[in-house]
T-cell receptor, first 113, second 113 residues
Framework: DAKTTQPPSMDCAEGRAANLPCNHS???????VYWYRQIHSQGPQYIIH???NNETNEMASLIITEDRKSSTLILPHATLRDTAVYYC??????????????FGTGTKLQVIP | DVKVTQSSRYLVKRTGEKVFLECVQD?????MFWYRQDPGLGLRLIYF???????EKGDIPEGYSVSREKKERFSLILESASTNQTSMYLC????????????FGQGTRLTVV
């Protein structure tokens, strides 16, 4: 698996953009970057994924550097409900070629009123 | 609405008991996962199944086994529960077709006394 590194915690003012970084310097050319978040007492929830190009959906934007060694998840207007742990994941493969979804410890984002 | 359902939200068992944690998904997904989540350690993959009766060990399989007799159901078994297996257990499912996200259940908080 490509290892990912994220800061353990971040704060963001409500209404501001939250920019969550992730390093994945060992990522290979055909591996996608996924982002999930886990709100307290709930299971993780998928946010977005990307390969090379920047991606945007109704929840967030994903910016991937040209060398693909890092990415940034952007929540354009953070709300209190965005307080959660955010996980950056580069799934590996089991021996049979099936995707192995392994989580690290993530970034705990605290949105402050 | 897609759904992954875990049979119990909270469970208390005695040391040495055989414990079954059940997970059912209604999305016809081939892949199913069991994770445990502990403070400071994030989510760790215990076992993964990519088809009925098929399984792969994750990162921490010791002390656990799994069963997948039907496509929609994936069971985690603690043969002889120990106090160090007190944790939050999360089940997930995903489709192997292309690049897809994993859907998680709400989790089972197991306490072994």
């Amino acid at each position: 698996d490509a290892k990912t590194t994220q800061p353990p915690s971040m704060d963001c003012a409500e209404g501001r953009a939250a920019n969550l970084p992730c390093n994945h310097s060992t990522i290979s050319g055909n591996e996608y970057v996924y982002w999930y978040r886990q709100i307290h007492s709930q299971g993780p929830q998928y946010i977005i994924h990307g390969l090379k190009n920047n991606e945007t959906n109704e929840m967030a934007s994903l910016i991937i550097t040209e060398d693909r060694k890092s990415s940034t998840l952007i929540l354009p207007h953070a709300t209190l409900r965005d307080t959660a742990v955010y996980y950056c994941i580069v799934p590996g493969l089991f021996s049979g070629g099936y995707q192995k979804v392994t989580f690290g410890t993530g970034t705990k984002l605290q949105v402050i009123p | 609405d897609v759904k992954v359902t875990q049979s119990s939200r909270y469970l208390v068992k005695r040391t040495g008991e055989k414990v079954f944690l059940e997970c059912v998904q209604d999305m016809d997904h081939e892949n199913m996962f069991w994770y445990r989540q502990d403070p400071g350690l994030g989510l760790r993959l215990i076992y993964f199944s990519y088809d009925v009766k098929m399984k792969e060990k994750g990162d921490i399989p010791e002390g656990y086994s799994v069963s997948r007799e039907k496509k929609e159901r994936f069971s985690l078994i603690l043969e002889s529960a120990s106090t160090n297996q007190t944790s939050m257990y999360l089940c997930a499912s995903s489709s192997p077709a292309g690049i897809t996200e994993a859907f998680f259940g709400q989790g089972t908080r197991l306490t072994v006394v």
